[in-house]
């Protein structure tokens, strides 16, 4: 089933009256970008739901990139089918780049922490 995209927290317009929607592996990654830029436990009745990304600034550069793969790993658990590969800190731009495999496929996704 399709899901709306999202971005900065408002839903992506058509251009025809409703929103655009997302399938396959595009569907994917905008439940991983959902999971990964939401705060874990911002919603009282789901509070596994996102992550601990925000944390990132608090901890020291050098640990900034394992915490970060471990933080979406966490976060991104309930997804069938994904695994988190690897992830990439960007100190100077303060992005987390999130490497994962969905059904053999190779995808990526960038957060601003």
Known sequence: M?????????YVPDGVGGFRQAAGAEEVLERVLFLLTARRGSFPLLPE???????????KASARQALG???AAEALAGEKD????GALWEESQQRLTVFLQWKGEALEAQVGV
């Open 2 to 10: 399709p899901v709306n995209c999202l971005r900065d927290g408002d």
């Open 49 to 59: 739901v996102g992550s601990r990304l925000y944390l990132l600034p608090r901890e």
């Open 69 to 71: 793969a471990s933080y």
């Open 82 to 85: 994904l695994q988190v590969t």
